[in-house]
Structures are given as C-alpha cells and as structure tokens.
C-alpha cells in the first residue's frame, strides 16, 4: 500500500505542480468565516419584533404566564368581568406593545389578548374574531409587500399563539379541539396545560398522553420543533428529544415572588408548600421559556413567514387568478360571438367574497348556455345549407 | 263550678268565631292559649320517650338521602362522593364529546353502626362541554321536577303507599365550581339561577389546592357577591335550631367549601391518611387548614342531612305542587273568596271537560258536513263543464259533418257533370266520324264522277 501511494505522490509532484500551489493558497485566509458576526452585528442594529397571542378560557392563568415569561407585569389596572356580563360576551382582541432590551438585544414584543373566548353560555364560532384578526394582519403585510414603497413594513403578523387547555378535565374539550383546528393552518399553535400545580405527575403524564393522542386523532397540526441536524452533539438531541417528548407543556405562572430554600424565587405560596415556577421537577415552565425564547423564537417567526404566510398568499393570489380567468373567459366568448374588443379589466387587490363568486359563477352558466344555443343554431344552419 | 266555666268557655268561643265570620279583626292567639292551659305534671308519665320512639321506628326504616352533582366533565365529582363516603362508587371516566347533558343516578345501600342509608347519587354527564350551553340546564331542571312529578303522582293516588315509596326526590345539589380564582362562570350563574327554587344548592369549589389563601378569600368573597347580587338563593344551613345554630351560621360565612377530594392515601407520621402528593408537598384532605373538606362533610352529612330533607319536603315540593296544581286550575278559593274543596273543583273541571268536548264534537261535525258540501258543488261544476264540452263537440261533429256532405255533393255534381260531357264527347265524336266518312264519300264520289 505504502509503495503505491509513494508512486501517486511522485505522479503527482511531476505532473501538476500548479495544483500544489493553490492547496497552498488555500490554507490563506480568506475572511468571510465573519459572516455570523456581521449578520449579529446588522440583526442587534435591527432590533426584534415579536408577536404572541394567548388564548383560553378567563382564569386560566394566561396573563399571570405572560408576565413570569417576560418578567414584566403587562396587565395593570385590567377590569375583569363578572359572570352576568359574560353570559352574552363577544371576544375581543387587545394588543399590548412594550419594547424591552438586554444586553443590547431589543426586541419590541407584542402581546395579543383574546378576553371572552369560551367565556359566553353559546361559543358557537367564537374564534372567528381571532382568525380575522389574523387574516388581517397577513393581508395588511401582504399589501405592503406589493406595494411600491417597501422601506417601513411593519410585520403584525401573529408569530404564535399559545392556547391554554384546562387541566380540569380529562382532554380536550369540543371547544379547544374547534378552536384549534380553526388556526393550526394560519398560525404556529403551541398548546399548554394552564395552571399544572392541580395535577400530581402521574395525572400530568396521562394528561399529555391523552392530549397528544386526540390531537392526532383529530388531526390539528401543531407547532412542530425542526429536526436537528444528524451532525449535532449528543447533548443538545437529548435535550431534543426531551423537549419533543414534552409537549404539551405543563406550566404554572406567578406573579408573586417567595422564600424557598433560602432564595427568592417566583412562585406560589401553600399552606402545604411552595411552587416553584422555575423549579424543573414541578413544572415546565424552563423548557417553555427556553423554547419559546432561547431556541425556536427564530424558527417561529420562519414558520410563521415561509410556511402560514405564504400558504394565505397563495390562495389569496389563486383567488385572483380564478376571477381574472373567469373574467377574461367571459369576454373572449363574447368576442368571438360579437367580433368585439374590449380590454381586460385589472381586479382590485381584495379577496372576493362570496356574493360576487355566486354572481361570477351565475354568468359562467349564462354564458355556456347562450354558447350552446349558438353551436345549435349554427349546425342547424349548416344542415339546412347541405 | 267546672261545667260552668266549660260552658262560659264553649259560649266565648262561638261568639268569638261568628265576629270572625263577620270580619271582625280579633285577637285569637291569647283566647287560644286561655283555652288551653299548660299544665305541671306532679309525678314522671313518661311520654319523654317519644322521640326515642320516632327514632327506632326510623332507624328500622332506613334512611333515604339523595344527592345530585352538577359540575363540568372531570372536575371531580366522582372523587368528591367516594371521599365523602369512604367507599369506591365504581365510575367510569365520561367522554367531553357528549352531545347533550345527561343524568346518571346510582343507587347505593350503606350502613354505619345500625343506621341504613340508601344514598342515591346522580351525576351530570357532559355538562359544560357543548359549544352551546343554552338548553344545558333543561336536563336537570327536567329531571328534578320528574322526581317530584312521581312523588306527586304517588299522593294523588286512590290507593297509594307513602311509608313504602322509595323518595327519589333530589335533597342536596353540589354545584361544583372550577377554581380559576377570578369569579363564577356565565353558565354556573344561569344554571344555578334556575335550580335555586327547586333544589337545596350548595355551591363547592372543586380542585381547591390550586388557589392559595390569598386568592382563595377573594375568589369566595366574589362569589358570594355574585351569587346575592343575581338573587340566587343557595342553601343556608338553619339557625333557628339553639344546639347547632352556632356552628351552622359560622359556616354559613365560610360558603362555599372549597375542596379536595382524594382515594389514595399517603402516609403522613405514622398514619395513612388521605391526601395528594405533589413534589412540592402533600395535600391532605382531612387537614382543616388544607382545605374545607371536613367542614362539608360535617355540614351535610353530620348535622343537616334531616334538614335538607325537610326543606325538600315543606319548601320545595311543596312550592312544586302549588305550581302545578294551579297550572290544572286547583285552587284553594273560588272567584268569590270562598273555600273551596277538591272535590268541588273536581266535578267543576269535569263539567269544564265534557263542556268542552261537546262543543269540539259540534265543530268536528259542522266541519265535517261543510266539506261535503263543498265536494258537492265542486263536483257539480265538473259535471256541468263535462256536459258543456260534450255539447260543444256535438256541434262540431255536426259541422264538420255538414261540411263533408255538402263536399261530397258538389264531388257528385262534378262527376255528373263530367260523365255528361264525357258522353256529349264521345257522341260527336261518332257523329264527326260518320260525317267525315261520307265526305269521304262524297270526295271519292266527285273525284270519281270528275273523272268520268
């Protein structure tokens, strides 16, 4: 072996001398292993924007959870409703912007609020509210993307919505199960366990087993983690894998800081003993936050932008295209019939709604009605030339 | 001395009762009591052990108590009953898919020292889990009044048997309320609103160990404010009882419970008790300063268990029957103020009935007999049209027969007329060649004698 790979050697220091060269040259420096830091650099200059939407019955604990994950308090001063002013209540949808900053990172974080889902005595189509808030951010992002001036988008888009399942029952509920197959195609959906501090482990883990099973009975595409890549340290695929295993998280939220162990921690207070929201072996609140922060808050906003976004602009062109196409098939057979040139009108940007599709399709009919009359006519001409 | 007195007496009361009649406002009480003098016994008679009486014979009986739990799927009604009464009620686990509210009632024997109880308890299923929750307490107000409907029914009856009749009327109603910590929800506040006239509510907090303290006070306090300021009238434990008045008002102001429910035991010192284990401590159900448990149990268990059936019976069913009665057109007095007794009313209503289905059998008949005479004239018109059109194709018939005849004439004519001058024809045909032939002759005969 030893002989053959010196005669290679030989063969090659004889024949190509240029190619030693540039294997050479190679080992030079070239610069752009910069990249990575001048992409942080421009992104820290940028800054962030996030958009998430909470959702779920009132007390499940949603506001107290969004302000132990951003460790503000978002909601002063909000006036609750009583049970009587909530037998007929319609949802709404509140949004809260703060801008935070750490460690010169900004990330201007929106909250979207949806107070009286599920909370009415009839919740008959309650979501839709909130799947035409979300409609209407998409379409708001996709007029700006077509329009002529591009320098200030701003992206409203929902780049996740966090839906909080009571862990009072055995499952899903009717209501969760609608509400979700309702937005899992226009928006990531990452559903929680609310207020896990009623439940022991052993009910938490039958909890999530029978979650995880409806949601594939029923067929709700929830946010799904990315695979890491097979040339990923063993740890971080354990962790991985934990994580997947996980879901739904179970998570409890304070707004109240106590004494355990010796330190102040968020937490709540029992005459039997303390929660610890950040303790890892009394909920998942660590990996929701890590997850929903730390790791995939990119990969969210990518989802949101390559996978929901664009599926809402597709069929939104394809919309178009079908009106523009049945537009252009009516006057072409009415120019065949009366040699008539007319020009093909250019549609507004906007969805069409149903009546005009009805009217669209009303002509569609006439129009191959009156057509086949004239194919008729025209053969009953040609028999009586023959 | 003593006949006298009793005469004045006897004399007193009927004067008494006539200036009553009249409408005379009198004092009756006082005359009562002056006519039934208390009396100090000088030796032990031993009428003391009545009560002692009254509770063997119940005892022997039995006792019947029934409770209904109304709460949404899961939020732990099965648990809350095994706990309260040591046993296992065996229970499956309920689907959130069900389409409507449904009842399921249990019946259980139990017994403790010699007393017997025949608890039934019936269970809400799939109630709060429809999208619309609007005719969800139907089934339930439904139910109970089937209950008392039954009850009535058994009353009401000729030969009936009320010592042997199995009460399934509801006594206790726990309205489980989940602990989301802010305030009742829409559907606990209409569903309680309609159940508050019928049954004895007792609203629990379900799944308390996950309200601390704090929030618990509050979360209580608001609850209540809901309750009065919506006019619900949920169960109040009696206080007019000196022996346990006391400790039924002090939990009057601790309403409502909020509980824990647990089967599985935890070992806690050296005991086994009852509790939840979580990894930040155990909760345990007997533990007052955990939770309200013991308090409910006593409450409605311990103390008032006999309450709770007397107000079923007295207030209750009692208000039912009124209602229903009045709705069959009983009443206690007739238009003029006058009582007025069941039978009466009864033989008036049936007076009422067989008025009234006469007249239904007059109008079925007018009704009747104006229809025929509808099909009558109908059919005579379709006769007389008939008749008309037969008529009118008579005439036609005789028209176009006409026509044909008078064709047919001028067809004869024209044939006549054509044979005539057929024949005129072939005769001057005959007479031209019989002339044509002796002109002939005549020519020959004169070319001939040229000749000559």
Not at chain 1, 50 to 77: H, I, P, Q, R
Request: charged share 30%; net charge neutral; proline share 3%.
């Amino acid at each position: 072996m030893d002989a053959i790979m010196l005669q290679e050697k030989l063969v090659e220091r004889l024949l190509c001398p240029r190619v030693r060269t540039a294997r050479q040259k190679e080992k030079q420096y070239v610069g752009f292993a910069t990249l990575p830091n001048q992409v942080h650099r421009k992104s820290v200059k940028k800054g962030f924007d996030f958009t998430l939407m909470v959702a779920g019955e009132s007390g499940m604990g949603k506001s107290t959870l969004v302000n132990s994950l951003f460790l503000t308090d978002l909601y002063k001063d909000r006036k609750l409703l009583n049970a009587e002013e909530r037998i007929n209540q319609t949802v709404e949808i509140i949004k809260h912007t703060v801008d935070i900053e750490e460690k010169g990172v900004k990330l201007k974080l929106t909250i979207v609020d949806t107070p009286g889902f599920g909370d009415a005595v009839n919740n008959n189509q309650c979501w839709k509210p909130i799947t035409d808030y979300i409609d209407q951010q998409f379409e708001q992002y996709f007029r700006d993307e077509s329009g002529l001036n591009r320098k200030n988008i701003q992206d409203n888009r929902v780049h996740c919505c966090l839906y909080f399942i009571p862990p009072f029952g055995h499952g899903l509920r009717p209501v969760d199960v609608e509400f979700m197959r309702a937005l899992h195609e226009k928006v990531n959906v990452v559903p929680l366990i609310a207020k896990a501090d009623c439940l022991t482990p052993n009910e938490i883990k039958k909890l999530k087993d029978r979650i995880r099973e409806e949601i594939e009975r029923f067929g709700i595409k929830v946010y799904q983690f990315p695979e890491c890549d097979s040339d990923e340290d063993e740890e971080f695929k354990q962790m991985d894998k934990e994580l997947k295993e996980c879901t739904p998280f179970a998570v409890i939220g304070s707004n109240t800081v106590v004494e355990a162990r010796g330190q102040r921690v968020r937490g709540r207070l029992y005459p039997w003993g303390i929660v610890e929201v950040e303790n890892q072996s009394h909920c998942d609140f660590v990996k929701l936050r890590n997850m929903l922060i730390r790791s995939h808050m990119h990969d969210l906003k990518d989802v949101t932008c390559d996978v929901h976004y664009e599926n809402y602009r597709a069929q939104c062109i394809q919309e178009m295209t079908r009106c523009v196409c049945v537009c252009v098939h009516a006057r072409a057979k009415l120019a065949q019939d009366n040699r008539m040139e007319s020009p093909i009108p250019i549609l507004p940007l906007s969805t069409p709604d149903a009546e005009t599709e009805k009217l669209i399709k009303m002509k569609d009919e006439e129009l191959k009605r009156m057509q086949e009359m004239l194919n008729k006519m025209q053969q009953q001409m040609h028999e009586k030339d023959q | 001395m003593c006949r006298h007195s009793l005469l004045v007496s006897t004399v007193f009361d009927l004067a008494l009762v006539t200036r009553a009649r009249a409408g005379v406002d009198v004092q009756r009480h006082a005359t009562q009591e002056k006519s039934v003098r208390p009396l100090s016994l000088s030796g032990h008679v031993g009428f003391d052990g009545l009560p002692h009486q009254l509770v063997n014979k119940s005892t022997c009986q039995g006792f019947c108590f029934n409770i209904l739990c109304i709460g949404e799927t899961g939020i732990g009604k099965s648990t809350l009953m095994n706990t309260l009464f040591n046993t296992n009620f065996e229970s499956c686990e309920s689907s959130h898919f069900e389409p409507k509210v449904k009842l399921s009632a249990k019946t259980y024997d139990l017994q403790e020292g010699n007393v017997r109880l025949k608890l039934t308890i019936v269970n809400t299923v799939g109630f709060g889990d429809q999208m619309n929750k609007q005719q969800s307490y139907q089934h339930i107000v439904d139910y109970i009044d089937t209950q008392f409907e039954s009850y009535l029914q058994e009353e009401l009856k000729i030969k009936r048997s009320l010592h042997n009749y199995h009460d399934s009327r509801i006594h206790a109603c726990l309205y489980f309320i989940a602990p989301s910590g802010h305030s009742l929800k829409s559907l606990d506040l209409v569903t309680m609103k309609k159940l508050d006239s019928k049954v004895n509510i007792i609203p629990v907090i379900a799944k308390a160990d996950t309200i601390s303290k704090s929030e618990l006070q509050k979360f209580k306090l608001k609850i209540m404010s809901e309750l009065v300021s919506n006019g619900v009238q949920i169960y109040q434990f009696p206080t007019d009882d000196e022996t346990v008045s006391s400790i039924n008002s002090a939990m009057n102001g601790i309403l409502p419970f909020a509980v824990v429910g647990s089967t599985e035991e935890v070992k806690i010192g050296n005991k086994m008790v009852k509790a939840r284990q979580y990894p930040w401590g155990v909760v345990q159900v007997e533990n007052e300063s955990h939770c309200d448990f013991v308090k409910l149990r006593e409450m409605l268990i311990g103390v008032n268990m006999e309450d709770l059936r007397e107000q079923t019976h007295t207030q209750h069913y009692e208000l039912y029957r009124r209602c229903k009665l009045e709705e069959m057109g009983f009443k206690d007095t007739d238009p003029e103020s006058k009582p007025v007794s069941l039978q009466e009313t009864y033989e008036f209503k049936r007076q009422e009935f067989q008025g009234e289905l006469q007249r239904r059998e007059e109008e079925m008949r007018q009704s009747f007999v104006q229809r025929v005479k509808e099909k009558e004239m109908e059919l005579k018109e379709k006769e007389r049209e008939l008749q008309s059109r037969f008529e009118q194709l008579k005439r036609l018939h005789q028209e176009e027969k006409g026509k044909l005849e008078e064709k047919r004439q001028s067809l004869e004519d024209e044939v006549n007329v054509f044979s005539n001058k057929k024949a005129a024809a072939e005769l001057l045909q005959g007479q031209t060649f019989n002339s044509s032939n002796s002109n002939l002759k005549k020519d020959k005969d004169r070319k001939n004698s040229g000749f000559m």
